[in-house]
């Protein structure tokens, strides 16, 4: 991995973002009599790391009105570091004394598939999760210590970081407490290549542009906000209908070959006028995408089976943008794709899988252009007021669906030393019970080629989902 940057600087990127707070969890093995050593070296290791990027301490501040003289839009995203520097605390929730409600061992946890119903973020998190907090930090972390095991919770701000962006940071705390428990390593690198924002980031664009990038809904599109003119809006679709339900599935390496057999084009594409391929991503999201509203169909009244369904895959910019953004960046550099089908041919059973697949393959090839994606950009840094833009899902629980694939982030890959056993490396990655219920989070590839995927619906559509020979056939139920 790369060193991180310092100083920090917001983009356009970070400040359209929606306020919302993500908790990730690492969980560990460890024995109660590594607990002490355990969390002393997490906390030095913290401690160092915040010391060399004091940026990990701040509390994000937001302009709240027009500010003519400094030139900063309503929404503009501010960086408050505390002086002097504070040492960064990492909360400590010790659950295994015998007094404690928490019953569970951390071996009954790994023989249950570490199951989401009893990673309650209100306990085990710094930010149980959502879009509010009341400190505003953008980096907060807590250790929880269950009987022979360690679960590790880390909450940021959403217009911090995006997903690899939090892979960096936990790198650069893992490479830490390696050092600490070893010195003969390496010392990790003082001296930064890149200084303050990206060049691709840095945009001064006369207002009077926004007046055409406005017009050109493909950009809104990208940044995943409201193109719309008309109909309904929402600043963020995040609060469920009643009676939702929670699944974890997992699919097998053969599993997933099967699926990216069943999506690719019998034939090439000789026309020249699109893709002939497609990625093992885009297959697991076109057969996700299917199944799903396959199971949420019949919820439905009226036209809404006429209608276009929408799903969202992720794009990370970094390599695309001109010039490129050093792998260093943890800033959000990411887009949002979005491929649209009726519903009705979506779900026909004489549509193939791999039809699906290569529009969304044509997608993202489309709208990964470096030309339309700096566009993009400029049109994020000359929004005038950037504090309550809609979101462009009206609902994460209807027609479309929305996905977060991070089965390429090398999470499994983090070490942290011999505190956690031979390898040092989390045996599960894991998200508190009810973060964002209604997106389709595809989880990281673990060491095994396993893919876990978290799915939330309404509980007959979970009920259907499950008794669906065809989601079966490809993915095994773990747990609620």
């Avoid at 995943?224 to 009676?243: E, I, S, Y």
């Avoid at 491929?339 to 969304?360: G, M, N, Q, R, Y």
């Avoid at 973060?435 to 009920?463: A, H, K, L, Y």
Wanted: aromatic share 8%.
């Amino acid at each position: 991995f790369f060193s991180m940057q310092s100083p920090y600087h917001f983009s356009p990127l970070d400040e359209i973002m929606p306020p919302l707070y993500m908790t990730l969890i690492l969980c560990f093995p460890c024995p109660a009599t590594e607990k002490e050593t355990t969390f002393s070296v997490l906390q030095e290791g913290l401690s160092r790391m915040v010391l060399e990027n004091p940026f990990l301490a701040g509390e994000i501040v937001r302009q709240q009105s027009d500010d003519p003289k400094g030139g900063l839009r309503p929404g503009h995203l501010g960086l408050k570091i505390p002086e002097p520097l504070e040492n960064t605390k990492l909360v400590l929730n010790d659950m295994t004394l015998p007094t404690d409600e928490w019953k569970d061992s951390y071996e009954e946890l790994r023989a249950a598939g570490m199951p989401l119903s009893k990673l309650d973020g209100k306990r085990l998190a710094p930010v149980a999760y959502g879009v509010a907090s009341v400190r505003n930090k953008v980096f907060e972390a807590q250790v929880n210590f269950i009987p022979g095991g360690c679960l590790l919770c880390v909450s940021t701000s959403h217009a911090f970081v995006d997903a690899w962006g939090f892979v960096v940071i936990m790198d650069t705390w893992a490479q830490h407490c390696r050092e600490l428990q070893d010195p003969s390593l390496a010392p990790i690198a003082k001296t930064l290549k890149y200084i303050g924002r990206p060049p691709a980031l840095v945009k001064a664009v006369p207002q009077a542009e926004y007046d055409k990038l406005k017009n050109r809904p493909e950009l809104w599109r990208l940044l995943g906000l409201d193109w719309r003119k008309t109909g309904r809006q929402a600043v963020a679709p995040f609060h469920n209908p009643p009676a939702v339900h929670t699944c974890l599935f997992t699919i097998s390496p053969a599993a997933l070959a099967d699926i990216k057999r069943e999506a690719t084009p019998e034939s090439s594409n000789t026309s020249g006028e699109g893709p002939s391929w497609v990625s093992t991503k885009d297959a697991l999201v076109a057969y996700l995408w299917r199944r799903i509203m396959k199971a949420r169909a019949p919820s439905w009244i009226g036209s809404q089976h006429k209608e276009d369904s929408m799903v969202s895959v992720a794009i990370d910019g970094r390599r695309a943008l001109s010039p490129p953004i050093p792998l260093s960046y943890i800033g959000n550099v990411v887009f949002c794709c979005l491929t649209e089908l009726p519903i009705d041919f979506l779900i026909a059973p004489d549509t193939s899988l791999a039809s699906i697949a290569l529009k969304i393959r044509k997608s993202i090839e489309s709208q990964r252009d470096t030309e339309l994606l700096s566009d993009a950009v400029n049109l994020a840094s000359c929004i005038p007021d950037v504090r309550s833009l809609g979101n462009a899902f009206t609902s994460w629980f209807m027609e479309d669906l929305v996905t977060t694939s991070v089965v390429d982030l090398p999470i499994y890959d983090l070490e942290f030393g011999k505190i956690f056993g031979n390898t040092g490396k989390p045996e599960f990655f894991r998200m508190p019970k009810g973060q964002f219920d209604g997106i389709c989070m595809i989880q990281p590839r673990q060491t095994n080629g396993m893919v876990d995927v978290i799915i939330s619906m309404e509980e007959e559509q979970m009920q259907r989902l499950r008794d669906d020979k065809e989601f079966t056939k490809y993915l095994k139920f773990i747990s609620k």
